[in-house]
């Protein structure tokens, strides 16, 4: 029978075939004074020949440099790194009844052992059988709608998922959890929020920083919380994740005000310039924020899933071409929402091409890429020509909710004053009256 090398080349090779290992094989690497006894893991297609990796005891994988004095020793069969769904507990139905939608992203996903990256594996179901505890707090029921990585993620998905999380608010349901790669959450998150207005039951998007095969997965605390979240009392659009490095604390956010600070810690989502709504610590929720809609069955959902997708998200920077801001104008796009310099401001070699997209047609909005603060164009000259150009300020909203409610927007009406209404009106809880002072709002932005 041939023997498993998956990953492995060269020296690394050479080693394990004298040692008579293979990928599963329990060994004991001797390198220098230290003795080191696991199962041996595959390694990605990319991966040096200068190293070999196996799964301690305590769950954790390792990587041992081969030396001249490196040795391998051969104990025994180990388990092969393979995934088996455990059963899924029957639900109890005196217990709320909470959907769990998947649509891919970490929580959702494994670590694919050909390539070494992560990849969405892992059903709604799969999420459930893993996490038992679920049927303690809910009657879940649970099925994958997508199984993509969310950088994928467009439009046209979030229509589909809006109505299909329609769909489930018609039939009965007492809340819904939705399963979302961390990258695009914030995105999603925002486009729920405005597709699903006025929506009689909590609909909460939850990821995970770390995939569910990994010991410091977050994956399971933070689908637990949001599970608990979707039993509560508010009735609105929103984001579950890590509040800090401990496991048994969650925050949840307002879709329309939460951002991804990190690439990689678990605690990476913070609501900006507002505070979090709630959090749900050890299975029991504390609100935090008074100022929520609250659970009402008799409330009537408002869908509007139509997006229009020709919108452009333009960061600004010193030395910037106009020629970028022309491209969509010759492309026939309908928006554009700037991420200008601190109160709202870009270079004035841009304001030609500028004047040439409103002239066009095209709506032009203002956001500022600073983390804090909300927008100020009455403050310097250049803000007073952007404006009286007609460039639409949009207070403290986040770039990226800005660009997501312009499509949303364009996805409403026709009407280019309509629109321009619709974007600077506060529907959903994404402009705020009033930001939090920033010395009070340092810790939530993670500064």
């Not at 990796?53 to 040795?71: A, D, F, H, M």
């Not at 991420?339 to 091409?353: A, D, I, K, N, Q």
Request: some cysteine; overall charge negative.
């Amino acid at each position: 029978m041939k023997r498993d090398f998956t990953g492995y080349r060269g020296k690394a090779l050479s080693l394990l075939i004298s040692s008579d290992a293979e990928i599963g094989s329990l060994v004991e690497v001797t390198s220098g004074e230290t003795k080191y006894e696991g199962v041996l893991m595959p390694r990605y297609e990319l991966s040096d020949d200068e190293h070999i990796v196996i799964k301690l005891q305590n769950g954790y994988n390792i990587g041992i440099r081969i030396g001249p004095q490196t040795k391998i020793q051969r104990m025994g069969a180990g388990e092969r790194p393979t995934y088996r769904q455990p059963p899924v507990p029957e639900p109890r139905l005196d217990l709320p009844r909470v959907a769990i939608l998947s649509t891919g992203g970490t929580i959702a996903s494994r670590v694919d052992y050909r390539t070494g990256a992560v990849r969405p594996a892992l059903t709604a179901g799969d999420l459930h059988a893993v996490v038992p505890e679920l049927s303690e707090m809910a009657a879940v029921r649970a099925e994958i709608l997508f199984s993509i990585l969310s950088e994928n993620m467009t439009p046209e998905h979030w229509s589909e998922l809006a109505q299909k999380i329609a769909q489930i608010i018609e039939e009965g349901i007492d809340g819904i959890v939705v399963t979302h790669g961390t990258d695009t959450l914030g995105y999603t998150a925002a486009a729920m929020s405005f597709a699903l207005q006025e929506t009689p039951v909590p609909v909460i998007l939850v990821g995970a920083q770390r995939s569910s095969d990994r010991p410091s997965s977050d994956a399971a605390t933070n689908l637990l919380a949001a599970v608990k979240m979707a039993t509560g009392p508010i009735a609105e659009v929103l984001v579950a994740m890590h509040e800090g490095f401990e496991d048994n604390s969650i925050l949840i956010h307002r879709g329309t005000k939460v951002r991804k600070c990190h690439t990689s810690r678990r605690d990476a989502f913070k609501s900006i310039n507002t505070r979090p709504l709630a959090r749900v610590r050890e299975g029991k929720i504390e609100i935090l924020v008074d100022e929520s809609k609250r659970r009402d069955p008799t409330r009537k959902l408002a869908l509007k899933d139509k997006f229009d997708p020709r919108v452009a998200l333009i960061k600004t920077y010193p030395g910037m071409d106009p020629k970028v801001i022309d491209f969509y104008v010759e492309e026939d796009f309908k928006g554009i929402i700037f991420e200008g310099t601190g109160l709202g401001h870009l270079p004035e070699r841009c304001f030609p091409s500028i004047r040439k997209a409103i002239s066009a047609g095209i709506i032009v909005g203002m956001t500022s890429q600073c983390i804090g603060g909300r927008i100020g164009m009455t403050v310097y000259d250049t803000g007073m020509d952007l404006l009286s150009m007609g460039v639409i300020p949009l207070g403290d909203m986040l770039p990226e909710t800005a660009t997501v409610k312009l499509m949303w927007v364009l996805g409403q009406t026709k009407t280019s004053e309509e629109a321009k209404r619709l974007l600077s009106e506060n529907l959903v809880g994404e402009i705020a009256e009033r930001s939090v002072a920033w010395e009070d709002s340092t810790d939530e932005v993670g500064l």
